[in-house]
């Protein structure tokens, strides 16, 4: 069973007080803060995420679908907004596909939960991402102090003697 997250990117931006405040100086840095974030969020928890931004207001704007280190951008075309192309996703997919939308906009919770969706607001995508960001940390940066990252900590005991056994008859020679 594929499972997806939708993020309607503008909306969790502006509900997100760090990349809210990127947003007043660059709002192309804060979209790729937020698009780095959900990266590493889909590698951590092997979902799809899709993360659609809304120009509607573009002038003679097509839909265009970008990848982005293994996640999907949609910029929505002319007239359609992000929340339109959301739920129209939603509806084309079949009930055997778990999807979860990220979003505070009330209105477009309602018509997600409405079409079978599950949503999630941007408090707890927020919290959510904290908890990976410190389960990556143990596991991967703060090690306790004398257990560093080795090969021979992370290979199969019997491989080790093996490896260990070549490597006593190598000096011999």
Known sequence: MKEYLIVDGYNVINGWDELRAESLHSLEASRQKLLDIMSDYQGYKGIIVIV???AHYVKNSMEKHEMYNGIEVVYTREFESADNYIERFI?????????????SDWVEQLMILGLGAVRIPVRELIQEVGLMKKAMSEKYINKPEGKRNLLEHNINPKMRSALEKLRREDTKA
Do not use: G, K, S, Y
């Open 52 to 54: 659609v931004f809304d």
């Open 91 to 103: 509806a084309n997919l079949t009930r055997e596909e778990h999807i979860t939308v990220a979003t």
